[in-house]
């Protein structure tokens, strides 16, 4: 992996509130960071807890599929009569 310094890097500007930008002034000079490596960690953050939750939600998706059909399954066999099913020596 490239280090920070030899990364490409794209430029954008934002717009914040003066009360935003002053917290975020702060917490740089706490953190002995500049604000710019401050806003990519909390950039890069918040885009990956943006991925956990639609992985999460995609999997919760699959998994009530996967559940109706199931349930379907089920309701299919629950006639089945277990006298012809052949027996299972232990």
Same mark, same amino acid.
């Given at each position: !992996? ?9 430029r954008? &500007?934002?717009? =914040?509130?003066?009360h935003i ?6 917490? /740089? /000079? +706490?953190?002995?960071?500049k604000v710019?490596?401050?806003? +990519? ?5 918040? =885009?990956n807890?943006? $991925?956990?939750? =639609?992985?999460? *939600?995609? !999997?919760?998706?699959?998994y009530? $599929?996967?559940?109706?059909? &199931?349930i #379907?399954i089920? *309701? $299919?066999?629950?006639? #089945?009569d277990?006298? &012809?099913?052949p027996?299972? /020596?232990?």
């Amino acid at each position: !992996m490239l280090s920070n310094s030899h990364q490409e890097k794209a430029r954008i &500007n934002i717009q =914040l509130p003066p009360h935003i930008k002053e917290r975020l002034l702060q917490a /740089s /000079s +706490r953190q002995g960071k500049k604000v710019s490596a401050l806003v +990519r960690e909390s950039i890069e953050e918040k =885009l990956n807890h943006l $991925d956990q939750k =639609l992985f999460a *939600e995609q !999997m919760k998706a699959a998994y009530q $599929d996967l559940a109706e059909e &199931n349930i #379907s399954i089920c *309701e $299919d066999f629950k006639y #089945s009569d277990a006298e &012809n099913l052949p027996e299972v /020596s232990l």
